[in-house]
């Protein structure tokens, strides 16, 4: 639930490529 969450907001919040996310 934690891991899933942090994902899904850096991608709403950023792009989820680079900025917030590292797995891209």
């Not at 899904?8 to 797995?23: M, R, V, Y």
Request: charged letters at 20%; glycine letters at 8%.
């Amino acid at each position: 639930m934690t891991s899933r969450t942090m994902v899904k907001i850096d991608e709403e919040l950023c792009n989820g490529c680079g900025l917030c996310i590292s797995p891209c």
